[in-house]
């Protein structure tokens, strides 16, 4: 019996978009967006069409005006939660929306993941809006594939990576407890965006840098720790990752 119990520990699926996490895990499956953790109902906005994509080496959904919606209570963000997905295809629209669970111009508690100016800006329930100047923010607008990630915590507030470089971030705004994120235009679907979504996971808890790197396979930079970049290489500062 205690042989039976121990395997069973050490097969447990500690996956990072369900398991203990109870969060989502979204990806094409035989030409159709589906949760692969069962935790969401999905609601497609726009034109979206399943195509086989040489990079990402499998089936990606490209959406055209608009992408989707996200409802229930695996995607209820009332606590810590992190959001991840690969994206491509940004560079046509003035005011690109990546994810969000509120409106651009309205101060409904929540926040909005998009972009101005070839600029990732992250806006939130209050009305401030954090723009990222960095070299690297113009990156995502580039047409190749890129690795987002957005973490939240009660306490720190938010971080925002882009291919596992820390790029900035915002104060709390406290628990967001809206149940519908969508991806690809404000949950009005005003601010349509056109582009190509793969692997979107959204985990209750802040996934710390070492673990997006796992889900991307994307080795963060070696730079020294300062105040502009707080999350240096997870190989040199263990500590910092709650490890």
């Known amino acids: 019996f205690l042989f039976c119990f121990l395997a069973l520990i050490i097969a447990w699926p500690f996956d990072l978009a369900g398991g203990e996490d109870n969060g989502v895990h979204i990806s094409v499956e035989k030409g159709t967006l589906v949760d692969l953790s069962g935790g969401a109902s999905i609601k497609i906005l726009g034109k979206v069409k399943y195509v086989d994509d040489m990079i990402r080496k499998h089936e990606v959904a490209e959406f055209t005006g608009k992408g989707f919606q996200l409802t229930g209570d695996a995607v209820s963000l009332e606590k810590d939660f992190s959001i991840c997905f690969w994206v491509k295809g940004l ?30 800006l992250y806006s939130t329930g209050n009305r401030t809006r954090f723009l990222i100047p960095v070299n690297e923010a113009a990156m995502l607008f580039d047409d190749t594939w890129h690795h987002v990630a957005l973490t939240y915590s009660l306490e720190e507030g938010c971080k925002i990576y882009l ?54 396979k994307i080795e963060p930079p070696k730079i020294d720790f300062n105040e502009q970049a707080p999350w240096p290489t997870w190989m040199y500062n263990k500590e910092r990752l709650g490890q």
Do not use: C, M, Q
């Open 91 to 120: 560079g046509n629209e003035a005011w690109p929306v990546l994810v969000g669970n509120r409106l651009w111009e309205n101060i409904n508690l929540g926040f909005t993941l998009g972009g101005h100016s070839k600029k990732i």
């Open 163 to 216: 291919d596992s470089r820390y790029l900035g971030g915002s104060a709390s705004l406290g628990s967001l407890k809206n149940k519908t994120l969508t991806f690809l235009s404000a949950p009005d679907e005003n601010y349509g965006t056109s582009a190509s979504l793969d692997d979107i996971r959204v985990v209750k808890r802040v996934l710390s840098l070492k673990e997006i790197a796992k889900i991307n």
